[in-house]
């Protein structure tokens, strides 16, 4: 066990970890915020990203020890009125079905949307391809991205 | 809105609920099929408790209970939406709240069979207007006029000749002295401001920012995390174990054998208690166990179909349905078609693995978890660790996926019996390794299918099936057929064909198998509606039309002439690549027609699925919509990817990197028609599921003369 500190979503959590332990559980049972999932524990899911310095990572194949001294971003720290473009036009298409997927998947298209403003069905598949959805939302997700894309020309040019 | 579950007790003071309130509620008196509507003031002469589904408190805030799980398909929006139609409430004003099992209060609360709306909407317009009917009473009768003058709007109850309006908090009081009205006119579809419009659901923005509790986000003061290394041949015990090294690992607490039931029988694990969920899954990989595997049979994929190919062909089985002379028919007949259709095992891979959080204490147990059958749990475990129906209390928490899995008691009753062992309370973690190899799964069966066709129509048809009874492991009876035989086949075509036979071949393996997204209609459907197609070709007709002309139902036939329309059925070329299939399922009926072509790297891909949902009265078409889409991804995968394969009694695929789900890149576009019509509601969650595999290979058929008959395949190698 080691004395740690993680910035997560611009403020410092003093933890007590093991320094090998995902920071998905990090996230999870130590700084206590819930909004991260776990899916498969083996980066095949999505579930679980986060931002790493602005860098969507599969936090539960990411070592706790690499967070330390970066910022960490998670679903509960992408907006903080649950109305980041990619949140708005989620609700706005009502992606999701169960949910649990969805913090990932809006993590992944935060990023997406970030690096290619206005991404093409290709792009999509591309960001996208790994975050997987069991109840099926995926066609939802596609439309909710060209508008969250959509959304953000807006409210960049107003 | 809020996310929360709770024990009655506290219902008020979680509820905010100020001053007086009205509430009424259901009552089901002993095993009746309808519920008699219960005033507060009159719920302890029934001996029930009045705080019931619908609450309007002196703010005029209203709450109501949703008595089922929400695992996706939306019964978080379906129930309110329901509620504030009668009512006359605006959505935004009401708050949702999961109510805990107590089949007493809620009826049957089993999230199954896409019973949800269609099991309770009658219920839930006839509570809403009797409440509102209450409110205006009482407007009326402040006021001194006659209550016909009164109409109720927005949450307010308006005085037509005046314009004198109440808010609903400043009746409830007065209201609550009333007696209930026995009836009561409910709107007509026309009248609906709410239901039939796509409104948004209420759990979306929960479910965008992290807010939304899952099972496993579920967190108590003390609890502890609990991983479990439990015998991978699904029904063995634990002969010994060595957990030197698992103690070793910083933050693990306690090691110990545990026993949970799967049905009838149980199955044994060693429990690894830790501080964190990452040092107890630690601490499980660390574990040296040694397993007792004597006394079952340990199979491979490969001889459960064997044997299951060879008992079609030896063995007639239990009659489901029998009329006419098939068999005779058949074997007289110059030519038949004899055919046998193959379907997998499958695994429900719902993304939020199992997980259960209990509390077990001197004198009461609680539960909260991703659960769809409280009420299940509640006895169950009442029965198995012998606390009183009472002190067992079951919250349900979102669910992050279920399609049947969830509705079992294994998980819960496991959690339960590890918080007492350590007196304290803890949530127990299945990893996806887990949770994709333990089962139960759906069964993969087998079926033989015969046929004779003259005069352009079906003469005789006899189908079989040989695979495991989900009713076995719940201690069904074994000399009935199973109750499922021809779940998903459309009923009419028993009218018309005279001469039918529906058999089912008694079948076990020591796999526990149990419901999965559609049950038997999912693997039915894709037998009986290729053999229908099969059988279309042998008489020479277009396949909907054949179909239409065995199915004298007017209902039914509107359904094909819309599949027609929207599909251009009737302008399409011979050998394009059209399938077509029709499945019932839980009350409703859905067309697909599929579109294939030859892909430019080889094998097939699919241009466009078409589906035409039947469901009857229905609460929010975008819900629908969205359960449709969902299906089709679901059934995609289960007919091209998904088979959960067995060697030496051990599933053999254990996570999403060899047991691969459809992803984004593999869904075709997908166009959904819903039927208008005034027919009772039909289950939504399910039913357009069975018919896309069939339709699918149907199409292939079509473009390749390929006929597949054993799912899954592999588009790319068609």
Not at chain 2, 94 to 110: E, H, L, R, S, T
Not at chain 2, 217 to 222: A, E, S
Not at chain 2, 379 to 406: A, C, H, Q, W
Not at chain 2, 582 to 596: D, N, P, R
Request: charged letters at 25%; aromatic letters at 8%.
């Amino acid at each position: 066990m080691a004395k740690i500190t993680l910035n997560i979503n611009k403020k410092d959590y003093p933890l007590e970890a093991d320094p090998q332990m995902p920071l998905l559980w990090a996230i999870r049972d130590l700084a206590g915020l819930k909004g991260t999932k776990y899916g498969c524990g083996v980066a095949q899911c999505g579930a679980c990203v986060v931002h790493l310095d602005g860098e969507a990572v599969r936090s539960c194949v990411t070592k706790v020890s690499r967070a330390v001294g970066k910022k960490v971003v998670t679903i509960e720290g992408l907006s903080e009125t649950n109305s980041h473009p990619v949140q708005k036009a989620w609700q706005e298409i009502d992606v999701p079905q169960c949910g649990y997927c969805h913090s990932g998947q809006i993590m992944s298209a935060a990023v997406l949307l970030r690096e290619k403003p206005d991404p093409t069905d290709q792009d999509i598949d591309d960001a996208m391809a790994g975050n997987i959805c069991r109840c099926g939302t995926y066609l939802r997700i596609r439309k909710a991205i060209h508008l969250a894309a959509e959304m953000q020309k807006k409210t960049s040019q107003g | 809105m809020e996310n929360q579950t709770l024990s009655r007790r506290n219902f008020l003071k979680t509820s905010g609920m100020t001053g007086a309130v009205l509430s009424l509620g259901f009552y089901w008196p002993g095993n009746a099929k309808s519920a008699k509507i219960v005033h507060a003031a009159e719920a302890k002469n029934f001996g029930v408790e009045m705080n019931s589904w619908v609450h309007i408190d002196t703010s005029g805030k209203v709450t109501i209970f949703d008595h089922r799980a929400e695992m996706g398909q939306g019964s978080y929006q379906a129930v309110p939406q329901i509620v504030a139609e009668e009512l006359e409430v605006n959505l935004n004003e009401i708050n949702v709240v999961f109510a805990p099992g107590d089949n007493k209060k809620y009826g049957n609360q089993v999230t199954g069979g896409s019973s949800t709306v269609r099991g309770s909407y009658k219920n839930l317009l006839k509570l809403s207007a009797t409440a509102r009917e209450m409110l205006i009473q009482a407007a009326a009768t402040k006021w001194g006029v006659d209550k016909a003058e009164c109409y109720a709007e927005g949450g307010h109850v308006i005085h037509k000749p005046s314009g004198k309006r109440f808010h609903y908090g400043e009746l409830v009081e007065a209201a609550s002295r009333l007696e209930a009205p026995k009836e009561v006119v409910l709107k007509k579809r026309s009248e609906y401001k709410l239901i039939g419009k796509p409104l948004r659901r209420l759990d979306t923005p929960l479910k965008t920012n992290g807010s939304a509790v899952f099972g496993l986000d579920k967190q108590i003061p003390g609890m502890m995390y609990a991983a479990v290394e439990r015998n991978p041949r699904l029904r063995g015990k634990v002969k010994s174990f060595d957990d030197t090294k698992t103690r070793q690992i910083p933050g693990v607490k306690h090691v110990f054998k545990v026993k949970m039931g799967v049905f009838n029988t149980y199955r044994e694990g060693v429990a690894v208690v830790a501080e964190s969920t990452w040092a107890a899954i630690q601490g499980k990989k660390a574990l040296k166990v040694e397993w007792d595997d004597t006394g079952f049979e340990h199979l491979d994929t490969e001889e459960i179909y064997k044997r299951q190919r060879e008992a079609l062909q030896t063995q007639e089985g239990l009659a489901f349905k029998k009329q006419g002379e098939p068999s005779e028919i058949i074997a007289k007949a110059a030519k038949k078609i004899d055919v046998t259709y193959e379907t997998p095992y499958q695994y429900h891979a719902a993304m939020e693995p199992l997980n259960c959080v209990a509390h077990y204490q001197d004198d009461k147990l609680e539960i909260w978890g991703p659960i769809q059958a409280p009420e299940w749990v509640q006895d169950y475990i009442s029965k198995e660790m012998s606390i009183p129906k009472e002190k067992v209390i079951v919250n349900m928490t979102f669910l992050g996926g279920g399609f049947g899995r969830k509705a079992f008691m294994d998980y819960p009753h496991e959690a339960s019996v590890i918080s007492k062992e350590i007196k304290a309370p803890v949530q127990v973690v299945w990893t996806r390794e887990d949770d994709a190899t333990q089962g139960p799964f759906r069964p993969g069966i087998t079926y033989r299918c015969e046929g004779v066709v003259s005069n352009g129509a079906i003469d005789a048809l006899k189908v079989k099936m040989a695979g495991q009874n989900n009713d076995h492991w719940r201690g069904g009876k074994k000399d009935t057929p199973n109750r499922s035989t021809s779940e998903g086949f459309l009923k009419p075509y028993m009218d018309s064909i005279k001469n039918l036979a529906i058999m089912d071949i008694p079948f076990e393996t020591p796999i526990p198998t149990m419901w999965w997204r559609s049950v038997y209609a999912s693997t039915n459907g894709f037998a009986y509606e290729s053999f229908l197609d099969e059988l279309a070709l042998e008489a020479g007709k277009d396949p909907l039309e054949f179909r239409r002309a065995h199915l004298k139902d007017e209902r039914l036939h509107k359904l094909i002439d819309k599949m027609e329309e929207v599909s251009g059925w009737r302008e399409r070329r011979k050998g394009e690549g059209f399938g077509t299939a029709i499945t019932e399922c839980f009350a409703s009926t859905v067309g697909h027609v599929v579109k294939v072509s030859k892909a430019t790297n080889g094998g097939v891909k699919i241009d466009q699925v078409w589906v035409v949902m039947d469901c009857g009265w229905y609460v929010n078409p975008d819900t629908v919509r969205a359960q449709v889409e969902g299906s089709v991804v679901m059934g995609l995968g289960a007919a091209t990817i998904h088979e959960v394969k067995f060697k030496d009694g051990m599933a053999v695929d254990s996570n999403f990197s060899t047991y691969q789900m459809p992803r984004i890149t593999d869904i075709p576009p997908i166009e959904i028609h819903i039927m208008e019509n005034d027919a009772d509601a039909g289950g939504v969650g399910e039913p357009g599921l069975p018919a896309f595999a069939p339709a699918l290979t149907n199409a292939i058929f079509d473009l390749t003369g390929k006929r597949i008959r054993r799912l899954p395949f592999s588009l790319a190698a068609v």
